[in-house]
């Protein structure tokens, strides 16, 4: 059964720190990692999305990398600003059952000013 | 483009009453979902649609019934909500790729 952790659970850095997010799963044969953000009392909103086959995907200051071989995926933020302080959630899609994606606990971030 | 929506945003309900929750996308997806998020335990799949006419169970699917009315509405039924059924929830929908989630419905069950 897949299990996804995310560690550390939460994180306080200072506005302009480079940080990464850690995400392990316990299955390699994994369809897809993809990370989400969540903001307080909102939805999901998907960041960084990593196929099979792939072992990194880019967007402005974020960076995703995949290594199934150890069961890891990292968020790396550069520069990180106050407006980055949210929930990110990371989730592995399957495989088998490909439809029953497992979601991490999510690492709750706060960049202070 | 509203992406995925749900109805309504809130909703308290008394042990015993029953409501649906409704959802919609518009980006012609095959799949959607629909998870509860709970503090300490994360989204957790109820039950999921894997196309048009099919329905399958996620892992805490007791307690709900789903109904996948055409290929863009997915609603989820509480027949009799209990506490414990106190969540938020989110629907989801996604294509061969990316999950997209709602805004989600925070229910209060007294």
């Known amino acids: 059964k897949q299990e996804v952790t995310q560690i550390p659970a939460a994180l306080s850095v200072p506005e302009g720190e480079n940080l990464v997010l850690n995400c392990s799963f316990t299955?390699?044969?994994?369809?897809?990692l993809q990370w989400f953000r969540q903001d307080p009392g909102k939805g999901l909103t998907s960041l960084l999305l990593?196929?099979?086959?792939?072992r990194e995907q880019t967007s402005g200051r974020l960076n995703a990398s995949l290594d199934k071989s150890s069961g890891r995926s990292t968020l790396y933020i550069a520069a990180s600003q106050p407006g980055d302080s949210a929930t990110y959630l990371c989730a592995a899609r399957p495989w088998a059952g490909g439809f029953k994606t497992i979601f991490g606990a999510g690492t709750r971030l706060f960049v202070k000013a | 483009n509203a992406g995925v929506t749900q109805t309504p945003k809130f909703q308290v309900l008394k042990t015993g009453q029953s409501m649906t929750l409704q959802c919609a996308q518009d980006m012609n997806h095959n799949s959607m979902y629909w998870y509860r998020q709970d503090p300490g335990m994360g989204l957790r799949l109820i039950y999921y649609s894997a196309s048009e006419g099919t329905t399958d169970k996620g892992e805490v699917p007791n307690g709900y019934n789903v109904s996948r009315l055409n290929k863009r509405e997915f609603s989820l039924r509480l027949e009799s909500a209990a506490p414990s059924q106190t969540s938020v929830y989110f629907c989801?929908?996604?294509?061969?790729?990316?999950?997209?989630f709602g805004p989600g419905t925070r229910l209060t069950v007294t």
């Open positions: 989801a929908s996604s294509g061969r790729y990316e999950q997209y």
């Open positions: 990593i196929q099979s086959s792939q």
């Open positions: 299955d390699s044969a994994i369809y897809n």
